[in-house]
Protein backbone atom coordinates (compact mmCIF):
# COMPACT_ATOMS: atom_id res chain seq x y z
CA UNK A 1 0.00 0.00 0.00
CA UNK A 2 1.53 3.89 -0.95
CA UNK A 3 1.07 6.67 2.05
CA UNK A 4 -1.32 9.32 0.61
CA UNK A 5 -0.13 12.45 0.76
CA UNK A 6 -3.01 14.25 2.08
CA UNK A 7 -0.66 17.14 2.47
CA UNK A 8 -0.98 17.70 -1.15
CA UNK A 9 -4.20 16.89 -1.44
CA UNK A 10 -5.47 19.78 1.16
CA UNK A 11 -6.17 23.10 -0.26
CA UNK A 12 -3.21 25.86 -0.48
CA UNK A 13 -4.85 27.73 2.44
CA UNK A 14 -5.34 24.80 4.38
CA UNK A 15 -1.98 23.41 4.11
CA UNK A 16 -0.29 26.49 5.72
CA UNK A 17 -2.63 26.84 8.64
CA UNK A 18 -1.43 26.43 12.22
CA UNK A 19 -4.47 24.77 15.04
CA UNK A 20 -5.37 27.79 17.17
CA UNK A 21 -4.14 27.04 20.41
CA UNK A 22 -6.14 26.96 22.99
CA UNK A 23 -5.23 27.24 27.09
CA UNK A 24 -3.80 25.01 28.77
CA UNK A 25 -6.47 22.54 30.06
CA UNK A 26 -6.38 21.91 34.42
CA UNK A 27 -6.66 18.23 34.31
CA UNK A 28 -3.45 18.48 31.76
CA UNK A 29 -1.38 20.02 34.67
CA UNK A 30 -2.78 18.61 36.99
CA UNK A 31 -1.61 15.17 36.08
CA UNK A 32 1.73 16.70 34.82
CA UNK A 33 2.67 18.04 38.50
CA UNK A 34 0.60 15.56 40.27
CA UNK A 35 -0.91 18.26 42.11
CA UNK A 36 -4.72 18.63 42.91
CA UNK A 37 -5.38 22.67 43.53
CA UNK A 38 -5.32 23.75 39.95
CA UNK A 39 -5.66 27.86 39.19
CA UNK A 40 -6.83 28.38 35.13
CA UNK A 41 -6.59 31.96 34.63
CA UNK A 42 -5.84 31.04 31.03
CA UNK A 43 -9.21 30.71 28.59
CA UNK A 44 -11.38 34.04 29.54
CA UNK A 45 -13.57 32.10 31.65
CA UNK A 46 -16.80 33.29 33.91
CA UNK A 47 -14.91 32.24 37.51
CA UNK A 48 -18.54 31.76 38.75
CA UNK A 49 -19.52 29.63 36.11
CA UNK A 50 -22.77 29.44 34.62
CA UNK A 51 -26.01 30.80 36.47
CA UNK A 52 -28.47 28.37 38.37
CA UNK A 53 -30.99 28.62 35.78
CA UNK A 54 -28.96 27.81 32.63
CA UNK A 55 -27.35 25.12 34.88
CA UNK A 56 -30.97 24.05 35.70
CA UNK A 57 -32.08 24.17 31.86
CA UNK A 58 -29.40 21.85 30.97
CA UNK A 59 -30.85 19.26 33.51
CA UNK A 60 -34.38 19.42 32.09
CA UNK A 61 -32.56 19.41 28.40
CA UNK A 62 -31.12 16.08 29.74
CA UNK A 63 -34.22 13.99 28.97
CA UNK A 64 -34.56 14.94 25.39
CA UNK A 65 -31.01 13.98 24.00
CA UNK A 66 -32.51 11.60 21.34
CA UNK A 67 -34.28 14.66 19.60
CA UNK A 68 -32.71 16.73 16.79
CA UNK A 69 -32.37 20.07 18.44
CA UNK A 70 -35.13 23.26 17.01
CA UNK A 71 -32.60 24.16 13.77
CA UNK A 72 -33.78 27.47 13.47
CA UNK A 73 -33.40 28.12 17.51
CA UNK A 74 -36.84 29.51 17.23
CA UNK A 75 -36.92 30.05 20.93
CA UNK A 76 -33.94 31.34 21.83
CA UNK A 77 -33.90 34.24 19.30
CA UNK A 78 -37.55 35.59 19.80
CA UNK A 79 -36.20 35.83 23.64
CA UNK A 80 -32.39 37.57 22.12
CA UNK A 81 -34.78 39.53 19.27
CA UNK A 82 -36.96 41.05 22.32
CA UNK A 83 -33.80 41.82 24.24
CA UNK A 84 -32.23 43.01 22.02
CA UNK A 85 -34.68 45.04 19.93
CA UNK A 86 -34.13 43.67 16.54
CA UNK A 87 -36.17 41.04 14.34
CA UNK A 88 -35.66 37.65 15.11
CA UNK A 89 -35.04 37.15 11.20
CA UNK A 90 -31.75 39.35 12.20
CA UNK A 91 -29.80 36.60 14.25
CA UNK A 92 -27.52 33.77 12.62
CA UNK A 93 -27.16 31.62 15.77
CA UNK A 94 -24.00 29.80 16.18
CA UNK A 95 -21.67 27.02 17.39
CA UNK A 96 -19.97 29.55 19.48
CA UNK A 97 -19.61 32.63 17.62
CA UNK A 98 -16.36 31.62 16.62
CA UNK A 99 -18.97 29.81 14.09
CA UNK A 100 -20.53 33.61 12.95
CA UNK A 101 -17.01 34.93 12.21
CA UNK A 102 -15.65 31.46 9.89
CA UNK A 103 -19.74 31.61 8.32
CA UNK A 104 -19.36 35.28 7.09
CA UNK A 105 -15.87 34.25 5.63
CA UNK A 106 -16.90 31.08 3.88
CA UNK A 107 -20.19 32.95 2.44
CA UNK A 108 -18.35 36.22 1.34
CA UNK A 109 -14.58 35.84 1.22
CA UNK A 110 -12.62 33.70 -1.82
CA UNK A 111 -9.33 33.66 -2.29
CA UNK A 112 -8.47 37.07 -4.76
CA UNK A 113 -10.36 38.56 -1.97
CA UNK A 114 -8.41 40.59 1.30
CA UNK A 115 -9.27 40.46 4.60
CA UNK A 116 -8.17 43.08 6.99
CA UNK A 117 -8.06 43.05 10.89
CA UNK A 118 -5.49 44.71 13.03
CA UNK A 119 -2.06 43.44 14.57
CA UNK A 120 -2.63 41.60 17.74
CA UNK A 121 -5.98 40.79 16.99
CA UNK A 122 -8.15 37.54 17.78
CA UNK A 123 -6.17 34.85 16.74
CA UNK A 124 -9.26 33.01 14.83
CA UNK A 125 -9.41 36.29 12.43
CA UNK A 126 -5.90 35.48 9.94
CA UNK A 127 -7.19 31.35 10.87
CA UNK A 128 -10.42 31.60 8.52
CA UNK A 129 -8.84 34.01 6.00
CA UNK A 130 -6.38 31.44 5.64
CA UNK A 131 -8.64 28.51 5.42
CA UNK A 132 -10.05 30.18 2.51
CA UNK A 133 -7.07 31.10 1.05
CA UNK A 134 -7.87 34.45 0.66
CA UNK A 135 -5.42 37.70 1.70
CA UNK A 136 -4.65 38.63 4.83
CA UNK A 137 -3.82 42.56 5.40
CA UNK A 138 -2.68 42.78 8.76
CA UNK A 139 -2.66 46.69 10.16
CA UNK A 140 0.20 47.16 12.63
CA UNK A 141 -1.49 48.64 16.05
CA UNK A 142 -1.63 51.54 17.70
CA UNK A 143 -0.88 51.34 21.39
CA UNK A 144 -1.75 47.91 21.36
CA UNK A 145 -5.11 48.54 20.21
CA UNK A 146 -6.62 48.95 16.20
CA UNK A 147 -5.77 51.77 14.21
CA UNK A 148 -9.10 51.93 12.73
CA UNK A 149 -7.86 55.27 10.33
CA UNK A 150 -5.03 52.61 8.93
CA UNK A 151 -7.17 50.18 9.12
CA UNK A 152 -9.74 52.24 6.17
CA UNK A 153 -6.48 53.05 4.60
CA UNK A 154 -6.00 49.65 3.83
CA UNK A 155 -9.26 48.92 1.89
CA UNK A 156 -8.87 48.44 -1.55
CA UNK A 157 -10.97 47.38 -4.47
CA UNK A 158 -10.39 43.46 -3.29
CA UNK A 159 -11.11 43.95 0.20
CA UNK A 160 -14.34 41.99 1.26
CA UNK A 161 -14.43 41.77 5.19
CA UNK A 162 -12.88 43.51 8.13
CA UNK A 163 -12.58 41.84 11.58
CA UNK A 164 -13.08 44.84 14.42
CA UNK A 165 -12.95 43.41 17.98
CA UNK A 166 -14.61 45.48 20.76
CA UNK A 167 -12.74 45.21 22.93
CA UNK A 168 -10.04 43.44 21.72
CA UNK A 169 -8.40 39.98 22.98
CA UNK A 170 -5.70 39.62 24.15
CA UNK A 171 -5.00 43.48 24.71
CA UNK A 172 -8.00 44.27 26.26
CA UNK A 173 -8.22 47.75 24.40
CA UNK A 174 -11.46 49.32 23.09
CA UNK A 175 -12.29 51.63 20.73
CA UNK A 176 -15.22 54.97 21.31
CA UNK A 177 -18.33 55.92 19.81
CA UNK A 178 -17.00 58.39 17.66
CA UNK A 179 -13.74 56.56 16.35
CA UNK A 180 -15.73 53.35 15.59
CA UNK A 181 -18.59 55.83 13.54
CA UNK A 182 -15.76 58.07 11.84
CA UNK A 183 -14.33 54.34 10.62
CA UNK A 184 -17.44 53.02 9.37
CA UNK A 185 -18.21 56.28 7.49
CA UNK A 186 -14.76 55.48 5.27
CA UNK A 187 -15.89 51.83 4.86
CA UNK A 188 -17.90 51.29 1.30
CA UNK A 189 -21.00 49.18 1.69
CA UNK A 190 -19.24 46.66 -0.55
CA UNK A 191 -16.93 45.58 2.21
CA UNK A 192 -18.58 43.73 5.52
CA UNK A 193 -17.78 44.80 8.81
CA UNK A 194 -17.22 42.13 11.28
CA UNK A 195 -17.49 43.63 14.83
CA UNK A 196 -16.68 41.24 17.45
CA UNK A 197 -17.92 41.86 20.79
CA UNK A 198 -17.52 38.64 22.76
CA UNK A 199 -16.81 41.22 25.68
CA UNK A 200 -19.67 44.17 25.41
CA UNK A 201 -21.35 42.95 28.79
CA UNK A 202 -18.68 43.56 30.34
CA UNK A 203 -17.50 47.08 29.57
CA UNK A 204 -19.10 49.88 31.37
CA UNK A 205 -17.33 52.68 29.97
CA UNK A 206 -20.03 55.74 28.78
CA UNK A 207 -17.95 56.22 25.76
CA UNK A 208 -18.23 52.55 24.58
CA UNK A 209 -20.96 51.95 21.63
CA UNK A 210 -23.63 49.24 21.13
CA UNK A 211 -22.81 47.83 17.40
CA UNK A 212 -25.99 46.72 17.66
CA UNK A 213 -27.30 50.88 17.40
CA UNK A 214 -25.14 51.26 14.21
CA UNK A 215 -27.10 48.42 11.79
CA UNK A 216 -29.88 51.11 10.87
CA UNK A 217 -26.91 53.29 9.39
CA UNK A 218 -24.11 50.58 8.71
CA UNK A 219 -26.27 47.91 6.70
CA UNK A 220 -22.00 45.69 5.72
CA UNK A 221 -22.27 45.16 9.61
CA UNK A 222 -22.12 41.88 11.57
CA UNK A 223 -22.11 42.26 15.46
CA UNK A 224 -21.14 39.26 17.04
CA UNK A 225 -21.21 38.13 20.71
CA UNK A 226 -21.35 35.04 22.72
CA UNK A 227 -22.62 33.51 25.83
CA UNK A 228 -19.23 31.90 26.82
CA UNK A 229 -18.16 35.09 28.59
CA UNK A 230 -20.45 36.49 30.38
CA UNK A 231 -23.06 33.88 30.63
CA UNK A 232 -20.04 31.83 31.75
CA UNK A 233 -21.43 28.63 29.14
CA UNK A 234 -18.21 28.24 27.03
CA UNK A 235 -18.53 24.31 27.15
CA UNK A 236 -21.81 24.27 25.11
CA UNK A 237 -20.47 26.66 22.45
CA UNK A 238 -23.18 29.37 21.97
CA UNK A 239 -23.14 32.47 19.91
CA UNK A 240 -24.79 35.05 17.53
CA UNK A 241 -24.92 37.58 15.07
CA UNK A 242 -26.39 40.53 14.69
CA UNK A 243 -27.46 42.09 11.06
CA UNK A 244 -29.64 42.69 8.52
CA UNK A 245 -32.25 40.19 7.56
CA UNK A 246 -30.48 39.84 4.08
CA UNK A 247 -26.88 38.69 5.71
CA UNK A 248 -28.30 36.77 7.97
CA UNK A 249 -30.27 34.97 5.53
CA UNK A 250 -27.52 34.28 3.85
CA UNK A 251 -25.40 32.80 6.75
CA UNK A 252 -28.38 30.87 7.80
CA UNK A 253 -27.81 28.84 3.86
CA UNK A 254 -24.42 27.85 4.81
CA UNK A 255 -24.29 26.65 8.08
CA UNK A 256 -25.36 23.58 9.12
CA UNK A 257 -28.92 22.14 9.99
CA UNK A 258 -28.03 21.86 13.55
CA UNK A 259 -25.54 23.66 14.60
CA UNK A 260 -26.51 24.70 17.66
CA UNK A 261 -27.37 21.94 19.93
CA UNK A 262 -30.47 21.83 22.50
CA UNK A 263 -29.01 21.92 25.83
CA UNK A 264 -26.99 25.08 24.60
CA UNK A 265 -30.46 26.32 23.20
CA UNK A 266 -31.94 25.61 26.50
CA UNK A 267 -29.35 27.62 28.65
CA UNK A 268 -29.08 30.56 26.52
CA UNK A 269 -32.18 31.16 26.93
CA UNK A 270 -32.29 30.77 30.58
CA UNK A 271 -29.22 32.21 30.74
CA UNK A 272 -30.69 35.70 29.10
CA UNK A 273 -32.92 36.38 31.76
CA UNK A 274 -30.78 35.47 34.49
CA UNK A 275 -29.51 39.22 35.19
CA UNK A 276 -28.56 39.00 38.32
CA UNK A 277 -26.21 36.59 37.39
CA UNK A 278 -24.63 38.60 35.01
CA UNK A 279 -24.54 42.10 36.85
CA UNK A 280 -22.63 39.56 39.64
CA UNK A 281 -20.61 38.76 37.22
CA UNK A 282 -19.42 41.88 35.97
CA UNK A 283 -19.45 43.52 39.37
CA UNK A 284 -16.35 40.15 40.62
CA UNK A 285 -14.92 41.53 36.83
CA UNK A 286 -14.52 44.87 37.81
CA UNK A 287 -13.34 44.51 41.40
CA UNK A 288 -11.14 41.19 40.21
CA UNK A 289 -9.07 43.69 37.47
CA UNK A 290 -8.96 46.17 40.19
CA UNK A 291 -7.09 43.41 42.27
CA UNK A 292 -4.79 42.37 39.36
CA UNK A 293 -3.94 45.80 38.23
CA UNK A 294 -2.89 46.99 41.77
CA UNK A 295 -1.14 44.00 42.33
CA UNK A 296 1.12 43.68 39.02
CA UNK A 297 1.87 47.25 39.95
CA UNK A 298 2.89 46.86 43.18
CA UNK A 299 5.48 43.94 41.53
CA UNK A 300 6.96 46.85 39.52
CA UNK A 301 5.48 45.90 36.13
CA UNK A 302 3.17 47.54 34.08
CA UNK A 303 0.38 46.42 31.73
CA UNK A 304 -2.18 47.52 28.86
CA UNK A 305 -5.20 48.79 30.97
CA UNK A 306 -8.16 46.63 29.83
CA UNK A 307 -11.59 47.06 29.84
CA UNK A 308 -12.46 43.27 29.23
CA UNK A 309 -12.17 40.04 31.97
CA UNK A 310 -8.69 39.56 31.41
CA UNK A 311 -5.20 41.85 31.45
CA UNK A 312 -2.19 41.80 29.74
CA UNK A 313 0.89 42.30 31.74
CA UNK A 314 4.29 43.22 30.30
CA UNK A 315 7.27 41.79 31.76
CA UNK A 316 9.72 43.93 29.66
CA UNK A 317 11.75 40.77 28.21
CA UNK A 318 10.35 37.06 27.24
CA UNK A 319 7.16 36.03 29.28
CA UNK A 320 7.97 32.22 28.76
CA UNK A 321 9.80 31.70 31.47
CA UNK A 322 7.73 33.40 33.56
CA UNK A 323 4.81 31.50 31.87
CA UNK A 324 6.70 28.31 32.84
CA UNK A 325 7.41 29.27 36.54
CA UNK A 326 3.96 30.15 37.19
CA UNK A 327 2.70 26.92 35.98
CA UNK A 328 4.99 25.51 38.41
CA UNK A 329 2.94 26.68 40.74
CA UNK A 330 -0.20 25.53 39.35
CA UNK A 331 -1.42 28.66 38.00
CA UNK A 332 -2.36 28.47 34.12
CA UNK A 333 -1.84 31.70 32.37
CA UNK A 334 -1.49 32.70 28.43
CA UNK A 335 1.29 33.13 26.98
CA UNK A 336 0.34 35.58 23.48
CA UNK A 337 3.80 35.26 21.69
CA UNK A 338 1.65 34.11 19.13
CA UNK A 339 -0.22 36.92 18.98
CA UNK A 340 3.61 38.86 18.17
CA UNK A 341 3.31 39.81 22.20
CA UNK A 342 6.88 37.71 23.49
CA UNK A 343 6.99 39.71 26.05
CA UNK A 344 3.53 39.44 27.55
CA UNK A 345 1.07 37.13 29.46
CA UNK A 346 -2.97 37.40 29.89
CA UNK A 347 -4.37 36.53 32.29
CA UNK A 348 -7.99 36.25 33.08
CA UNK A 349 -9.89 37.62 35.80
CA UNK A 350 -10.63 35.15 38.54
CA UNK A 351 -12.54 34.87 41.91
CA UNK A 352 -10.17 37.17 44.73
CA UNK A 353 -8.34 33.82 45.72
CA UNK A 354 -7.57 32.97 42.21
CA UNK A 355 -6.57 36.51 41.41
CA UNK A 356 -4.61 36.16 44.29
CA UNK A 357 -3.21 32.87 44.09
CA UNK A 358 -1.62 34.05 40.63
CA UNK A 359 -0.14 37.93 42.42
CA UNK A 360 1.44 35.25 45.00
CA UNK A 361 2.92 32.54 42.58
CA UNK A 362 4.32 35.46 40.11
CA UNK A 363 6.10 37.44 43.18
CA UNK A 364 7.89 33.94 43.57
CA UNK A 365 8.56 33.54 39.85
CA UNK A 366 9.86 37.15 39.64
CA UNK A 367 12.29 36.74 42.79
CA UNK A 368 13.52 33.35 41.45
CA UNK A 369 14.30 34.74 38.26
CA UNK A 370 16.10 37.64 39.37
CA UNK A 371 18.27 35.36 41.88
CA UNK A 372 19.00 32.95 38.46
C1 LIG B 1 -13.78 34.20 23.18
C2 LIG B 1 -13.86 35.05 21.96
C3 LIG B 1 -14.75 34.76 20.91
C4 LIG B 1 -15.64 33.61 20.74
O1 LIG B 1 -15.87 32.71 21.58
P1 LIG B 1 -17.00 31.62 21.34
O2 LIG B 1 -16.82 30.76 22.52
O3 LIG B 1 -16.72 30.94 20.05
O4 LIG B 1 -18.30 32.34 21.30
C5 LIG B 1 -14.81 35.62 19.84
N1 LIG B 1 -14.05 36.70 19.78
C6 LIG B 1 -13.19 37.01 20.74
C7 LIG B 1 -12.39 38.24 20.60
C8 LIG B 1 -13.05 36.19 21.85
O5 LIG B 1 -12.15 36.48 22.78
New binding site residues.
Given amino acids: MTDIDFEQLALPGVRGLVPYQPGKPEEELARELGLSSIVKLA??ENPLGAGEAAREAVAAAVGSLHRYPDGNGHALKEALAEKLGVAPQQLTL????????ELVARTFVAPEHEVIFSAH??A?YPLVTQAIGARAVEVPARDWGHDLEAMADAVTGRTRLIFV?N????TGTWIDRERLSAFLERIPPRVLVVL????FEYVTEDAYPDGIALLPRHRNLLV??????IHGL?AL???YGVSVPSLAELLNRVRQPFNVNAPAQAAGLAALEDEAHVERSVALNREGLAQLEAGVKALGLSLIPSV?NFLCVDFGREAMPIYQGLLQRGVIVRPVANYGMPNFLRVTVGLPEENGRFLEALAQVLATESVA
Avoid at 94 to 101: K, Q, T, V, Y
Avoid at 196 to 199: I, K, P
Fill in positions: SNGNGSNEILAFVAPNNPDEAYTRTFSKARLGG
